[in-house]
């Protein structure tokens, strides 16, 4: 049997005749960078996160570099997020010109451990950008409890986690502002690049939308300089028709991460993931941790099975962020995650019978090694 990390295409099968009529409407409008079908999706994004304002962007990158500059950071700042992390997180601060520093993560979540956070904490520090892995939020109360204190701003990498909860309130709109990507494999995923700022505050709001479409709040006068990260129209379409299904969909995906767990219980080698009582895990990744992490892949790929690692080198010891001067065992918890995490195949569609399957085969690899 085959069972494919993702597949995109399973989906598309299900709803693929809603699509035609919306996407018909875009093309016969003409309204493909930005315009009301963008606008369209903001309102019902802001109303499923339960926030004032949703503003589409070029894709999650994009959304978390607008934030930051909107929220006035740059040159001299510091902002704290954690190593365990896509490289996009801290490439938005670099790029507004602030320096990124690491707090380790918590071992059961992989998320910023609140407690290792004050000490990062300098005179340079402006924000905290606490990143919601693998479709889990991370441990927001404490952050949040920290960073008003201490005056910082808190911007949320919701990057991985529509639609994931922190007792009961959306990822997204607990700090100023949330940063999402519809790239095409996330949760809620584009026919191409897309992402959007999630906020309550209409400055903020306001700034942004001006930011992305060349600084200007009305054509050729332009008040600050922007620059372009408008959301096509026709991403915009595609994400309303598929918010619609978000709802099942981490449904499926919760069912089927049930379904892992409860087959994988047994294994005293696993370490399973872990849903944190505050937190409804949407399950972007389900990734398991063990020791023996790059054989169990290799013996899975053998059996048909496609997994994935994320992410298997922490953020400090990437090339790209030598001049920071890290070394190995700075962020020790990160990087015993980095070494040992493994993502099994995750997306709603997946059936019992793949997801038994893959179970059989993570059995019989610690049966026969
Ligand atoms: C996907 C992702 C991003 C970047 O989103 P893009 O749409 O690919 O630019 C940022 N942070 C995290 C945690 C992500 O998973």
């Known amino acids: 049997m085959n069972v494919p990390f993702l597949n995109l295409k399973a989906q598309y099968d299900l709803i693929k005749d809603e699509f035609s009529p919306k996407l018909e409407k875009v093309m016969q409008s003409s309204a493909f960078a930005g315009g009301p079908f963008v606008e369209e999706f903001e309102k019902d994004f802001a109303a499923f996160c339960g926030c004032k304002h949703a503003i589409g962007v070029g894709n999650g990158t994009d959304a978390l570099w607008m934030a930051l500059i ?4 740059g040159r001299g700042d510091e902002v704290i997020t954690t190593p365990s992390t ?29 407690v290792l956070l004050p000490q990062a904490i300098t005179g340079k520090t402006k924000a905290i950008i606490p990143v919601h892995l693998h479709g889990q939020a ?13 005056n910082l701003i808190v911007i949320e990498d919701a990057c991985q986690a529509h639609d994931a ?5 959306k990822a997204g709109t607990m700090g100023a502002a949330g940063c999402f990507s519809f790239y095409p494999g996330k949760n809620l995923g584009a026919f191409g690049e897309a992402g959007a700022v999630t906020t309550d505050d209409d400055q903020l ?32 379409a595609v994400l309303t028709v598929k918010l619609k299904h978000l709802r099942v969909w981490t449904e499926g995906r ?25 937190a409804r895990h949407v399950y972007h990744i389900y990734a398991i941790r ?59 569609e997946l059936s019992e019978e793949q997801i038994r399957y893959v179970a059989d085969a993570i059995h019989e690899f610690f049966r026969n090694h």
Not at 70 to 73: D, E, I, Q, T
Not at 165 to 169: F, L, M, R
Not at 209 to 233: L, T, V
Request: proline letters at 5%; charged letters at 25%; hydrophobic letters at 40%.
């Open 205 to 236: 709001a306001a700034t942004i939308r001006m930011f992305r479409d060349h600084g200007q709040a009305k054509k050729y006068h332009h008040s600050i300089i922007g620059w372009n990260c408008r959301m096509d129209g026709i991403q915009g």
């Open 86 to 114: 896509f490289i996009a997180t801290t490439e938005a601060i670099s790029f507004c010109g602030a320096d990124p520093v690491f707090v380790d993560v918590d071992e059961r979540t992989g998320n910023m451990d609140p």
């Open 70 to 73: 909107g929220l006035g950071v």
């Open 254 to 278: 919760r069912k089927n991460a049930a379904l892992y767990n409860s087959l994988l219980r047994d294994l005293d080698e696993l370490v399973l993931p872990v849903e944190a009582d505050f």
């Open 290 to 348: 063990t020791e023996r992490r790059d054989a169990l892949l290799e013996f899975l790929q053998g059996k048909g099975i496609s997994c994935g690692i994320h992410y298997p080198v922490p953020i400090h010891l990437q090339e790209a962020y030598r001049h920071m001067g890290h070394k190995a065992g700075d962020f020790p918890v990160a990087e015993k995650l980095a070494a040992t995490t493994l993502s099994l195949p995750m997306f709603p």
């Open 165 to 169: 909860e922190y007792n009961a309130k």
């Open 138 to 150: 991370a441990d927001m109360a404490p952050i949040m409890d920290i960073a008003n204190r201490h």
